[in-house]
Nanobody, 115 residues
């Protein structure tokens, strides 16, 4: 399985940004998909996940109401729409996939929230 994230960049506090992750090499609809992030000097942390069928989503508390995760089976992508961004949202964002207890990671994309 390969995961390729894109869409990172520099945004001002209060702004919005969308991330996308292209999935290949496996049965897309079988995988739970999600996003993690890692700030400088900190451990990688969970951000959001969406179930294999898309019917269930989970978010870390600090992004609830601001971030939205979604998946598109026709395009084999998982997206993260981020609004009301804060400086503490800065980090490298990683796309994640899981099936049968096996984790798959893509290369990260940098998100910087700064004025």
């Amino acid at each position: 399985v390969q995961l390729q994230a894109s869409g990172g960049g520099l945004v001002q506090p209060g702004g919005s940004l969308g991330l996308s992750c292209a999935f290949s090499g496996g049965a897309f609809s079988s995988y739970a998909l999600g996003w993690f992030r890692q700030a400088p000097g900190k451990k990688r942390e969970f951000v959001a996940t969406i179930s294999w069928g898309g019917g269930s989503t989970t978010y870390r508390d600090s992004v609830k109401g601001r971030f939205t995760i979604s998946r598109d089976a026709s395009r084999k992508t998982v997206s993260l729409q981020m609004t009301s961004l804060k400086s503490e949202d800065t980090g490298v964002y990683y796309c994640h996939g899981r099936l049968s207890g096996i984790d798959y990671w893509g290369e990260g994309t940098q998100v910087t929230v700064s004025s």
